[in-house]
């Protein structure tokens, strides 16, 4: 689990340097799919973790207005803000944790149950699926997309002793 949470933040790093050659009005473009802009989805992106992370905790959520984020540097900070937690959170998991049940109810009134592990797997693929968005993106900008490739980021266990 570890292993793919600190994927995503090496990617999501990548991207923030990536963004960092466009214009204010680039990443605020309103583009099709994701959450309608470059620098919109990588603030979703940080939310949505923060948010998953903060409930299984039995922690209050709340809901961060994009309108108080709308330059690169605010969403990074953002990033590093909730980012402490968010790791805290990630390197503690232990398999005990798996299987805890987590019950929300929808709007609708209906009641759902997925495990904590679930969740986990739901907030890294979350990223991931963004993470491809922006990848159409570049290339609609004419430019190259920060590589998804997990292999050579040193990630696994036994090259960081």
């Excluded at 590093?80 to 398999?95: I, K, R």
Aim: charged fraction near 25%; charge should be negative.
């Amino acid at each position: 689990m570890q292993i793919f949470f600190r994927y995503n933040w090496m990617v999501r790093e990548d991207w923030y340097r990536w963004c960092e050659e466009l214009s204010e009005e680039e990443l605020l473009q309103d583009r099709t799919g994701g959450m309608g802009s470059i620098l919109h989805t990588l603030f979703h992106i940080v939310d949505v973790e923060w948010s998953w992370i903060r409930v299984l905790q039995g922690k209050t959520d709340f809901q961060e207005s994009f309108d108080s984020y709308k330059n690169l540097n605010k969403v990074r900070k953002l990033d590093a803000e909730f980012h402490l937690e968010v790791e805290n959170f990630v390197n503690n998991w232990d398999a005990s944790m798996e299987n805890q049940l987590f019950y929300d109810t929808l709007p609708d009134g209906r009641i759902v149950t997925d495990t904590w592990g679930e969740i986990m797997r739901h907030a890294i693929a979350h990223e991931i699926h963004h993470i491809g968005q922006l990848s159409i993106w570049a290339r609609e900008l004419g430019k190259k997309p920060v590589s998804a490739n997990l292999i050579g980021r040193g990630l696994s266990s036994h090259l960081n002793k």
